[in-house]
């Protein structure tokens, strides 16, 4: 089994910070990326962000020059630091993880998504 935990999140002005957090546990043999997902009340869900193993990060439009993706040294980890936010940040943010993981005692191995619980952001005009 794989596990998100997300922290982070919260209400904030517009112009303001916020940080998000996601750690990966569990029987993983190796993380291919990691990234940040967010939905808006009656939207589809949207890629943030995206960090790959070697180093490659995506970014949407809209968080461009805002927002920056980084992970820790183990790789484990990841974090989301967005600055200058705007009232139309706000949505659920979720973690997503492309993970290949361990599946029997012989060592077989398959890649699997995984999803964090979701950070509520909330940007006040």
């Known amino acids: 089994q794989v596990q998100l935990v997300e922290s982070g999140g919260g209400l904030v002005q517009a112009g303001g910070s916020l940080r998000l957090s996601c750690a990966a546990s569990?029987?993983?043999?190796?993380?291919?990326?990691m990234g940040w997902y967010r939905q808006a009340p009656g939207e589809e869900r949207e890629l943030v962000t995206k960090i790959t193993h070697d180093g490659t990060t995506v970014y949407a439009d809209s968080v461009k020059d805002r927002f920056t993706i980084s992970r820790a040294a183990a790789g484990n980890t990841v974090y989301l630091q967005m600055n200058s936010l705007k009232p139309e940040d706000t949505a659920v943010y979720y973690c997503?993880?492309?993970?290949?993981?361990?599946?029997?005692?012989?060592?077989?191995?398959?890649?699997?998504?995984?999803w964090g619980q979701g950070a509520q952001v909330t940007v006040s005009s």
């Open positions: 569990g029987t993983i043999s190796s993380i291919n990326a």
């Open positions: 997503q993880a492309n993970c290949r993981i361990v599946v029997n005692v012989e060592g077989a191995r398959v890649d699997r998504q995984y």
